[in-house]
């Protein structure tokens, strides 16, 4: 072929879900001209979903950001960088010198997490600027499961994943990795295993209110009422006890608090939970029965059981159930994933550790305590909006929408024109970043280097794979880990000309000293070579629990070996960790923290509350990634996909229609959605996406615009929390539904 002679083949790990497929990519100088699988990649083996190949059109977008924009009158106007760094520096400097740290707020992201410079660099920004306002998505998402591991395992993303692979029974609660591809559980290509695990023998259960895309691959789906898992999982582990079907094998001397636990659950009987949850007490008994009794099986719950009132009992209970079941830490079962780099489960002394605190702090209005470092995002507008000392004046926000992703973002939207002054690093000018004063513009993935530091934790299989940067900066544009670098810079007080990779050597410096002064100098010298984010890879992977610990043990890998092995480096299935992981005080598992202990007072109090009439719960869709690639041509077209799915008898019974348009309310708020009639739903069930509503003024993405949808999060109620995670209730709101004439 002729015009092949310019083309070369790149490979990159995709950013765009947690699945973190490894992709191959051709290109014709600097043009895409496709993208698919890479085969020979270690972990993904060649699969790809309609997003991957999106890239293209991502780093091709005409609305993506490619300079600082500055708001002069109202209007965004391109800057150049230096102006931009001047700016912050005279805006940010004496609304922290005036009122404080805790004045100037910080806000990350979703894609952070895809971002190794802005992983790598956030904590440094977040300390330079001193601020106990710290939130993120995190509080919208997974913080139940981190704190219900940390209290459990001693440290925050010890989260056990089920070994697909060698599994015979999987008990999915909350979770549609058939769209969403994973999440808390890196696994490409699920329908694959899914599929080929069936073949085996084994049977998946999926417990949803919506027969959703994994449901029906599963084997068995039962409806459950939304926000009422907790109570589903108390009569599995009640019954484990009733019937004596308590094996913890290999883990007993291992755990402390199954006696408690056992207490604890005793008056949750199947039979008193039943109508609750909405599944019937036999076939709860069933399922505790085929869990018990399974060779390799494992519990997983995901958003669905996190974004509840009992996030933290549910993700709690999940593991409950895998302990006592003999099925945590057991082939086939859920396993810990031992990451190659960057882990907290694989530093320091193996076997026991601090542990886990929360509630180091408070939040100033509401008094919700601090968990991980962050407090609740759903906190963010009262912060702003409430006058007094601490009061939140400046922010920054990084890869970060939550004008669309976090409940009543109407509120928020208000509160964001209220500050003094805002910053955002992002990639477009949307329904946040519009309340910015500047707009700092992010990089494309494909003008970044990448490796794995978060999801390489949450993996299947442990792997290492690194991506170099495919395509040239344009505009002169720093990386992302030199804009947040800069910033703290800023906000240290040592000006926004600083030397910006002679201060990364002295931060670099200072963090070896402290961690290990005696090698210090030699450690420094063999880095040398190296600066940013790679330099902290490459001396986590290399101290890491595969490292060649600089030569000292000349088999174990490094950055240069995982960037030479074509496709990254397999480390095998995951192996059995307890007690090397734990990091608890105690040495052992938690498996009754008194935190958790106290807090089952809730679902006692709640256990014969009534059923809502109507709830509305979230959707994913494939060709969607929460509320930022619908300005994605290749993801945007086909059938519009923000529709309200609601059961025929709901249909019948409230008057709508299908294809028609309905109203719906929850107090005073309400929006507009099209009605899609769907026996997928559970009775008394709406189900509408999340991070849609691109139609606010002011953005700048024009796909996006074109059908822009409704904001699901409009309805929903930023009073709503987790009291243990702080993380948002997203689930089983009580919503009123009629129909819109005309
Ligand atoms: N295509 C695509 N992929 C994505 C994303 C995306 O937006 N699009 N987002 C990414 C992100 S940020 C995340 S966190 C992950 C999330 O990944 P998943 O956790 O798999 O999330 P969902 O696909 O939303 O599936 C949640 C399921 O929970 C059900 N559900 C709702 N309420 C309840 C409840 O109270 N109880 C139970 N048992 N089920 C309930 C819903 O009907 C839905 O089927 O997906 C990631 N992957
Ligand atoms: N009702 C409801 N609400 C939900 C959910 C739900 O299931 N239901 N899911 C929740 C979940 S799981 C999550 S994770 C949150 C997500 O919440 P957010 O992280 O706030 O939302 P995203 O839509 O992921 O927005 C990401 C932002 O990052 C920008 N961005 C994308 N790539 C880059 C990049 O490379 N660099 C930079 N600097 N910026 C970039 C985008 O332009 C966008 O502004 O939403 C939550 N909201
Ligand atoms: S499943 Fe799709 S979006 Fe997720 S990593 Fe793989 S290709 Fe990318
Ligand atoms: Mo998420």
Redesign the pocket.
């Known amino acids: 072929m002729p015009n092949d002679i310019n083309t070369h083949i790149v490979h990159r790990i995709c950013?765009l879900c947690e699945a973190c497929c490894g992709l191959e990519l051709k290109l014709d100088g600097n043009q895409i001209v496709n993208i698919r699988g890479h085969e020979a990649d270690v972990f993904s083996h060649g699969y790809i979903c309609p997003k991957g190949a999106s890239l293209k059109d991502?780093h091709n977008d005409p609305d993506r950001l490619r300079a600082p924009l500055l708001k002069r009158d109202g209007k965004f106007v391109e800057i150049g960088w230096d102006e931009a760094f001047a700016e912050i520096e005279r805006r940010l400097l004496p609304i922290v010198a005036q009122h404080g740290g805790d004045a100037a707020a910080l806000?990350?992201?979703?894609?952070?997490a895809?971002?190794v410079g802005?992983m790598t660099y956030f904590p440094r920004l977040a300390k330079a600027l001193g601020s106990r306002n710290i939130f993120?998505?995190?509080t919208?998402?997974?913080m139940p499961k981190q704190l219900s591991a940390g209290l459990m395992f001693g440290t925050w993303l010890s989260v056990a994943v089920p070994d697909i692979e060698r599994s015979d029974f999987l008990l999915i609660l909350g979770a549609n990795p058939m769209v969403s591809n994973g999440?808390l559980w890196t696994v490409p290509d699920f329908r694959g295993k899914a599929k080929a695990m069936r073949a085996r023998g084994g049977r998946i259960v999926v417990v949803d209110p919506r027969r959703s895309e994994t449901a029906a691959v599963a084997d068995e789906h039962h409806f459950i009422r939304p926000g009422a898992d907790v109570f589903l999982l108390l009569g599995l582990v009640q019954t484990l006890f009733d019937e004596k079907l308590v094996r913890l094998g290999r883990l007993a001397e291992h755990t402390n608090g199954v006696d408690q636990v056992a207490a604890a659950v005793q008056e949750f009987t199947p039979e008193r939970v039943a109508a609750r949850c909405g599944i019937a007490a036999p076939t709860i008994r069933a399922l505790a029965r085929e869990l018990a009794q399974a060779r390799h099986a494992a519990v997983y719950g995901r958003?669905g059981t996190c974004?509840q009132e009992y996030g933290t009992l549910c993700s709690w209970l999940v593991d409950v159930l895998n302990v006592l079941t003999g099925h945590l830490d057991a082939e086939g079962g859920a396993m810990f994933p031992k990451a190659a780099a960057f882990a907290a489960n694989t530093l320091g002394k193996p076997g026991s550790g601090r542990g886990i605190v929360t509630a180091r702090h408070k939040s100033r209005v509401s008094g919700a305590p601090e968990v991980m470092g962050e407090l609740p995002?759903t906190c963010l507008a009262e912060e702003i909006e409430t006058p007094g000392q601490g009061q939140v004046r400046a922010l920054i926000?990084?890869?970060?929408?939550?004008v669309?992703?976090?409940?009543n973002g109407e509120r928020l939207s208000a509160a964001l024109d209220m500050l003094d002054f805002m910053v955002?690093?992002?990639?477009?000018l949307?329904?946040?970043?519009r309340h910015a004063d500047l707009i700092?513009?992010?990089?494309?993935?494909l003008e970044?280097s990448h490796y794995d530091i978060v999801f390489q934790q949450f993996s299947h299989r442990n792997h290492a794979r690194y991506s170099d940067p495919i395509l040239p900066r344009v505009n002169g544009n720093p990386p992302?880990w030199q804009i947040l670098l800069r910033l703290a810079a800023i906000a240290q007080g040592r000006g926004a000309q600083l030397d910006i990779e002679a201060f990364d050597t002295e931060l670099f410096t200072a963090d070896l000293r402290r961690s290990a002064p005696a090698q210090a100098d030699a450690l420094l010298g063999a880095l040398a070579h190296l600066t940013g984010p790679e330099r902290q890879i490459e001396f986590s992977i290399r101290t890491g629990p595969y490292g060649d610990m600089f030569g000292q043990k000349p088999d174990g890998i490094n950055l240069g070996k995982i960037k030479a092995a074509q496709g990254g480096i397999d480390l095998g299935p995951m192996q059995a960790r307890i007690p090397e992981l734990l990091r608890t005080p105690s040495g052992k598992i938690e498996l009754a923290p008194p935190m958790l202990m106290d807090d089952l007072k809730r679902p006692a109090a709640a256990l014969k509350e009534a059923a809502p009439e109507l709830v509305i719960v979230?959707?994913?869709h494939v060709r969607s990634?929460?509320?930022?690639?619908h300005n994605l041509p290749t993801l945007a077209k086909g059938p519009y996909r923000c529709t309200a799915l609601v059961h025929s008898s709901d249909v019948q019974r409230l008057g709508l229609h299908d294809g028609g348009m309905a109203q719906v309310a929850s107090g005073a708020r309400s929006i507009e959605v099209r009605v899609e009639t769907s026996e997928e739903m559970m009775p008394g069930v709406v189900s509408l996406?999340?991070?849609w509503g691109h139609d606010l003024s002011g953005i700048r993405m024009a796909v996006a615009a074109e059908r822009p949808g409704v904001n699901?999060?409009v309805l929903?109620d930023d009073a709503l929390r987790d009291p243990l995670s702080g993380n948002?209730v997203?689930?089983g709101i009580a919503i009123e539904m009629r129909p819109v004439q005309g």
Not at 107 to 112: E, K, Y
Not at 424 to 428: A, F, K, L
């Open positions: 950013p991502l806000v990350i992201g979703n894609p952070a895809h971002k802005l993120s998505a995190s919208l998402d997974q999440s958003i974004t995002i926000s990084i890869a970060g929408n939550p669309l992703s976090a409940p955002s690093i992002d990639i477009y949307n329904e946040t970043t700092l513009p992010g990089s494309s993935p970044d992302e979230g959707r994913r990634g929460n509320s930022w690639m996406p999340h991070g699901l999060n929903l948002a997203l689930s």
